[in-house]
Each structure stands twice: as structure tokens, then as C-alpha cells.
């Protein structure tokens, strides 16, 4: 299992053919109180650099990109009805969604946790 | 005023010693929020949150024309105001188009007027263009605003200021705060109970430590300013009112006062006489909003046919209700609490009700009330 991290501010946990997306620690942190999501629903196709999902804070809306391409399998329920959980555990229960992975070389493109973590410190 | 270079204010240590994250606001560096908006909201609500508001302008009008240069821009009685009260008001133009919204004080010989930090510049060259020679406008740049706001606010801030318990809501007297002169009045923007103090900029530091350091008291960002005035229904200028807007259509024409709708001699009287009289064509109205998405300032309201009909002027999330909450502008025939309304925002419809505002009852701390 590895986790990669995108320059927007998500991660995907790749898991065999399928990837797990969501927002880290550091974007929630910029965002503030998160009290609400829209996510795709399964069966959509989302694409590497396009809109896939909303994520609304007290003061501000924000897209979130998909960081990879792939059909979603299923988006995390427990996240719609609970927006915190973003802020409580990005990296964890407050996942976005499941995808089936288009294409696995455009992780190539993305972080590992050290770069991620470096890039963080550089913002 | 340029969000590329942004003045500190003289907290400014203090805020980022504080954890603050720092913003352009107005011209000046800002704390939007220390620990979270919610947080900081619901502290507030439930105890007292200490507010850095020096950004604003902070004007004294004197002279023998005083009383009657301000009563020719502002629909407020003022020949009725007593010492040391304090009136909420509104700057008009000629057009009846608000310039901005205040607070204006009878302190002593002179009226004390607290105007909004983006639009203070142009408040002054107008006022100052507007008032006769017997009227002179002196801006109080040394001078700093805290505003001390919460059902728990008085407990603090009479252990430090004896006295101040004794303040009714909307008005204001001179007291010291550590060793510090200070004019002190019980209002604010909250719809809490609460105190704004005007404090020389040198002292603000020290005045604020004694405060933060009151067991009852966290120092809150105007990320939570902003979601607690928009609860209270309280309008802000530049989103909710502008030069476009008049006192009617605002729905504040509870600051125009009995001797002067029926007099009238403050500009923009035609057109607000009118309005008084045969209703605006808009309203400024509270919406409560379906679903869990807030629909935010810019969105359209519109009719069955898919017409932009009105605005979004402010809306959010209310931490208090856990719900979206918005203030818009609607056609009158509209405006009744519990009439449907279709928002437009980023393609998607929003179904809304009008309801009656604050959305969260104000807590104000009325002489004779219970």
C-alpha cells in the first residue's frame, strides 16, 4: 500500500487496480471548519486535474481536482453526512472517494510523503 | 488602499504571537482566525470573545454646526440624544444611496462617530465636503477599537472596570481600563452583549492582554465577526449595503427617526420619503436556506423562468442552527416571511424561505428588561 500526495493538496492510497482520494492535513487546515461535501457519485468518470468534488468551509467554497483518472467506485457516505470528519481525519475516515485507476503511470507524476512534506514546508 | 501591501494595525504582534493567521482586509493585516471560525463563533455566543476592530474610523465632529451638519447627512434624531448614547445611523448621499453605516455618540461637545475601516477615507472627504464651516471632522488616527462581546462579556470586563455593569445597551461613558483612559459603550455587532472600547493605539497592547487573560475571554477573527453579525442579521457595508441601496430597501428604516421622516432635511429625503410611503421595489431579506450547501454572496435569486430577480448579498453556514443562512435581496411582493424562493449558484437551484431575522435572537442588555 502507498500513498501519494498531489501539489493540490490530496492524497490517493493505492490499493492493487484502485486508489483511495482525499484531502490532507494541510488543505484542511487551510480550509478551516468543513460543513460540507458534494462527491461524485459511482460510475463517474473523473479525470487527472478536473473538478471531481466540492468541499465547503465556514468561509469559503473550494473544488477539490481529482489527482488521478478513474472511474469511482464509491464515494464515502460517512463523510457526506458528517463533513467534519475532514477535519478531524482527512487522512483517514474522512476520505472522498474510491476510484478504479485509469491509468497507473500518472502516480509517477505525484509526491511521496517526504517531497509532500517538503512541499508543505516551501508554501 | 492595496491587498498587496496591507498596514499593520498596532495589535499586530499580538495576534500573530497569538497564533493568528493573517489577512489583507480593508488595507490593513487582519486576524481571520485563531483556533477555527466555529469555534471561535460558538465561544463567543457562549462566553466572550475579544475582537480587534481598530481598523475602523474613529471620527469626532465639533463646532457650533455639528449637530445640525451631521442631521443633514443622517436620518437620526440627534437633537434628541442624550450624553452618552449612541445611535446606530447611516451616511446617505444625495440620491438616498448609503455611503456607509455607523454608530454616532452625543459625547460632551462633540458627537463621536465610529465608521466602517474600508469605506473611512472617502466618509471623511465627503462628511468633510458636506459640513459647513461650523463643523469640523477630526479623525482619531492614533486612536484603537477592541470590542469585547458575550453573555459572559460584562463579568470580565467589570472585574476590570468597575462600573461598567451599570452601562444599558447603547450607551457609553469614559472609565479607565488598567491605568488606561478609555471610552467604553455597551453595543457591538455581534447581537451579544458586549462593549466596544476606543483605547490610544499605544496602549491597545496592554489593554488586550488584560483582557485575553480573563478566564472568560479568547481572542476571536473576523472570520467568526462576519458569521456572528450574519446571524444576528446585521447587514454588512460593502456586501449588503452600498451606494445603490437606500435605508428602505435595506429594511433599516428603524434608524430613521419620527421628527425626521416627518421633517425630513437629511439628503436622499425625496427618495426615502417616497419609499416609506409606497414601499420599496426590493427588500434586504433573511433566507433560510434547504439542505446543508451554503449559497454565498453573488448567488442569484430567481423567478420560475429561470430570471435573475434578486441577490445573495451575505450567506454561510450558521454554526448556532447548523444550517445555511443567507441575507438577500428579493422583490418586495417577495419579502414576507415564509415565501418560497429559488437561489442560483454555480449552476445548481437552491430552494430558500424567507424568514424573519436575526436568526439568532439578540441577547442585548436593555435597561428595564429582565
Known sequence: MTVYYSEEHEWVRVEGEEAVVGITDFAQGQLGDVVFVELPEAGRQVTKGAEAATVESVKAASDVYAPVSGEVIEANQALVDDPALANTDPEGEGWFFRLRLADTSELQGLMDADAYKSFCDSQ | ?370
Open chain 2, 1 to 370: 488602499v492595496s491587498d498587496a501591501d496591507p498596514k499593520p494595525l498596532p495589535l499586530d504582534a499580538w495576534h500573530r504571537g497569538r497564533g493568528a493567521r493573517m489577512v489583507p482586509f480593508a488595507g490593513y493585516a487582519m486576524p481571520i482566525q485563531y483556533e477555527g471560525i466555529m469555534a471561535e463563533h460558538r465561544w463567543t455566543r457562549e462566553s466572550a470573545g475579544l475582537f480587534d476592530v481598530s481598523h475602523m474610523g474613529q471620527l469626532v465632529v465639533a463646532g457650533p454646526d455639528a449637530e445640525k451638519g451631521l442631521e443633514s447627512l443622517l436620518p437620526a434624531d440627534l437633537a434628541i440624544l442624550k450624553e452618552g448614547r449612541l445611535r446606530y445611523s447611516l451616511l446617505l448621499a444625495d440620491d438616498g444611496g448609503i455611503v456607509d453605516d455607523l454608530m454616532a455618540t452625543r459625547r460632551g461637545d462633540h458627537f463621536y462617530v465610529v465608521v466602517n475601516g474600508a469605506t473611512k477615507e472617502g466618509d471623511i472627504a465627503y462628511m468633510r465636503c458636506k459640513l459647513s464651516e461650523g463643523a469640523v471632522l477630526d479623525h482619531m488616527k492614533e486612536q484603537a477599537l477592541l470590542a469585547l462581546q458575550g453573555r459572559k462579556a460584562v463579568e470580565a470586563l467589570s472585574r476590570l472596570v468597575p462600573g461598567v455593569e451599570a452601562l444599558g445597551f447603547m450607551t457609553g461613558g469614559a472609565f479607565a481600563i488598567g491605568g488606561v483612559t478609555a471610552w467604553i459603550s455597551r453595543s457591538g455587532y455581534t447581537g451579544e452583549d458586549g462593549f466596544e472600547i476606543s483605547v490610544p493605539g499605544a496602549k491597545v497592547a496592554e489593554v488586550a492582554e488584560l483582557l485575553a487573560a480573563q478566564p472568560e475571554v479568547k481572542p476571536i477573527g473576523l472570520g467568526a465577526r462576519d458569521s456572528l453579525r450574519l446571524e444576528a442579521g446585521l447587514p454588512l457595508y460593502g456586501h449588503d449595503l452600498d451606494t445603490d441601496t437606500t435605508p428602505v430597501e435595506a429594511d433599516l428604516a428603524f434608524a430613521i427617526s419620527k421628527r425626521r421622516r416627518a421633517e425630513g432635511g437629511f439628503a436622499g429625503w425625496q427618495r426615502i420619503a417616497r419609499e416609506l410611503e409606497q414601499g420599496p421595489i426590493r427588500r434586504r431579506v433573511g433566507l433560510s436556506v434547504e439542505g446543508r450547501q451554503p449559497v454565498r454572496e453573488g448567488a442569484m435569486v430567481v423567478d420560475a423562468e429561470g430570471n435573475e430577480v434578486g441577490k445573495v448579498t451575505s450567506g454561510g453556514f450558521s454554526p448556532m442552527l447548523e444550517a445555511p443562512i443567507a441575507m438577500a435581496y428579493v422583490p418586495a411582493a417577495s419579502a414576507e416571511p415564509g415565501t418560497a424562493v429559488t437561489l442560483a449558484q454555480r449552476g445548481k437551484l437552491f430552494q430558500a424561505k424567507v424568514v424573519p431575522m436575526p436568526f439568532v435572537p439578540h441577547r442585548y442588555h436593555r435597561k428595564g428588561a429582565a
